[in-house]
C-alpha cells in the first residue's frame, strides 16, 4: 500500500516532502500556486496525517516514498525537502539511486541535529535537544508550532501549525525525534554527486544557523544556496510567493537540462 499522497497539474514531477509532525498539507498552497505548471505530489510520511499508523522512521519514509514513486510511475522528479523531509530525501537518493533525482531543494535542514567534537553546526538550541517533546503533547503543540516560524508571525499561521502537531502521536513523536537526534546524514548527501542541489535557509530561524545550509550547499558539487529574508523554519509557509518562484525556476531548469539532446559522437576514420 503506497502513502496516501496529494497529487495535482500535468508537466514535470516536483514531490513536497514534509517536516517532523507535519503533513502533505503544509504544501497546499504550494500546490495551488504550481500545479498550473507542473505535477505536485505531497504525501503524508510515515507516522503523519493519514500515514499515522505506519511506523515512522527515515529509511522507512525513503523505502515508502521509493514505492510510491514506482506506483505512480514517476521518474527524475524534483524533490522539494523541507526540514526532516530533507533527511528523507537524501536517504532516497542514497538509498535507491540518485539517479531518480532530477534536481533537490533542501529547505532549513542539516545532517547532524546535535553538535559533537567533528560537528558545530547543528540545532541552536542545544540544551533542548535531548528531551523538545513534553510529556502533555497537546500542551507542548503551540511550542513546537511557534519555533517552526520567525519572531512575530501571525498567530492564525501558527495556531494552524499547532493543530497539525495536536493531531500526532506523541509517543510516535517522540521516537521518531530520538532517531532524528541521533542521526548522522552526511554519508547521505555524499552519494547525491551529480544531483543539482539548492540548500535554502530563512535568515531569521530559530532552528539552524545560516551556516548550516552553506555546509549543504558545499557538501554536493554545484550546491547553491538560497537565503529567504524574512522567514524563520518555514519559508513555504512565511514566503509562499517567493518559495514558489524558487521552486519553479529549479523543476524548469531541471526540465530544460532533460529534454536536451545528448552531444553527437563524433564519427571515427
Known amino acids: 500500500m503506497t502513502l496516501p499522497c496529494r497529487d495535482a497539474g500535468e508537466g514535470p514531477a516536483i514531490l513536497f516532502l514534509h ?21 505536485c505530489l505531497a504525501p503524508d510520511l510515515p507516522g503523519h496525517g493519514g500515514a499515522r499508523e505506519r511506523p515512522g ?3 522507512a519514509a525513503a523505502d515508502a516514498l521509493a514505492r510510491l514513486l514506482d506506483a505512480r510511475g514517476l521518474d527524475r522528479v524534483t524533490l522539494v525537502g523541507w526540514s526532516m523531509g530533507a533527511a528523507v530525501a537524501w536517504r532516497l537518493g542514497a538509498r535507491h539511486g540518485s539517479e531518480r533525482i532530477a534536481a533537490m531543494l533542501s529547505v532549513e535542514m542539516g545532517p547532524r541535529l546535535r553538535n559533537g567534537p567533528d560537528w558545530r553546526l547543528g540545532l541552536r538550541q542545544q540544551e533542548g535537544a535531548p528531551l523538545p517533546v513534553p510529556g502533555d ?17 501571525p498567530d492564525a499561521l501558527v495556531e494552524r501549525a499547532a493543530r497539525w502537531v495536536r493531531d500526532n502521536d506523541g509517543a510516535a513523536m517522540a521516537a521518531l525525534w530520538r532517531e532524528l537526534l541521533a542521526m548522522d546524514a552526511r554519508e547521505d548527501l555524499a552519494a ?4 543539482p542541489l539548492t540548500a535554502a535557509y530563512g535568515a531569521r530561524s530559530r532552528v539552524y544557523p545560516p551556516e548550516t545550509a552553506h555546509w549543504v550547499a558545499q557538501a554536493v558539487p554545484g550546491g547553491r544556496v538560497h537565503r529567504f529574508a524574512r522567514s524563520g523554519h518555514s ?8 518559495f514558489a518562484a524558487l521552486v519553479a525556476r529549479i523543476a524548469a531548469e531541471s526540465a530544460a537540462r532533460q529534454a536536451r539532446p545528448l552531444p553527437a559522437r563524433r564519427a571515427r576514420l
Not at 509532525?21 to 500546490?31: E, K, L, N, P, Y
Not at 503533547?137 to 508571525?153: H, N, T, V
Not at 547525491?192 to 544531483?195: A, D, Q
Not at 519559508?235 to 517567493?242: R, S, T, Y
Open 57 to 59: 522512521g527515515i529509511g
Open 235 to 242: 519559508p513555504h509557509l512565511e514566503e509562499p510567493e517567493a
Open 137 to 153: 503533547w497537546a500542551a507542548g503543540a503551540d511550542a513546537i508550532a511557534r519555533s517552526m516560524f520567525a519572531p512575530g508571525a
Open 19 to 39: 517536516g517532523w509532525t507535519m503533513r502533505g498539507a503544509v504544501f497546499d498552497d504550494q500546490i495551488a500556486r504550481l500545479s498550473g505548471r507542473f505535477r
Open 192 to 195: 547525491l554527486s551529480g544531483v
